[in-house]
C-alpha cells in the first residue's frame, strides 16, 4: 500500500519556484532545490517580468527584450545549480502582474507546492506596495512555501 495514499498526503512531483532571480530570492532558490531534491520532484523556476513597470524602480529604463535577456541568462545559472544537484529543472519567464502571473503559472504548469521568496516589507511598505507572496498565498489553489530573505 502507497504511504502518502493511506496517509492522505498529496505527492509533491512538481514545484514552482516563483524568483526574481535577486539576492534576496537566493534563500527561496536553495530552499526549492533541496526539497526538489529530498521529494525526487521536478523543479520549474518563473520569473515574471512586470511590463508595466519598464524599469520605473530601476536607475535607467530598460528595454522589455533586454530585461527578457538579463532574466534568461541569470536563469541559466539556477538551472546549472539544479540538474547538478540531480534535479530536473526547468526555466519560464512570464510576463505580468508578479502576484497573478504566479499564481497563473501555478495553475497553468501544474504546481503541487510553490516556493517563493519574502523580503520582509513592514506593514506600512505592503499597504503602499503590496506584497507578491501575500497575494500568491491568498489565491493559489496549491500550499505555498515562504521562505524569509
Do not use: K, Y
Request: with cysteine; hydrophobic share 45%; proline share 3%.
Amino acid at each position: 500500500m502507497d504511504v502518502e495514499a493511506s496517509s492522505g498526503l498529496r505527492r509533491i512531483s512538481r514545484i514552482l519556484l516563483a524568483t526574481d532571480l535577486s539576492r534576496a530570492s537566493a534563500g527561496a532558490s536553495d530552499e526549492a532545490i533541496q526539497l526538489a531534491r529530498a521529494l525526487r520532484a521536478e523543479l520549474l523556476a518563473v520569473s515574471v517580468i512586470d511590463g508595466l513597470q519598464g524599469g520605473v524602480f530601476e536607475r535607467q529604463p530598460e528595454r522589455m527584450d533586454q530585461r527578457r535577456a538579463a532574466r534568461e541568462l541569470a536563469a541559466q545559472a539556477l538551472v546549472i545549480r539544479g540538474r547538478r544537484a540531480g534535479v530536473q529543472t526547468t526555466f519560464l519567464v512570464w510576463e505580468g502582474d508578479p502576484g497573478p502571473a504566479i499564481v497563473e503559472a501555478a495553475e497553468a504548469e501544474h504546481a503541487d507546492l510553490v516556493v517563493i521568496g519574502s523580503r520582509g516589507r513592514n506593514r506600512v511598505e505592503r499597504a503602499v506596495l503590496g506584497s507578491v507572496s501575500d497575494h500568491v498565498i491568498r489565491h493559489a489553489r496549491c500550499p505555498v512555501l515562504i521562505v524569509r530573505a
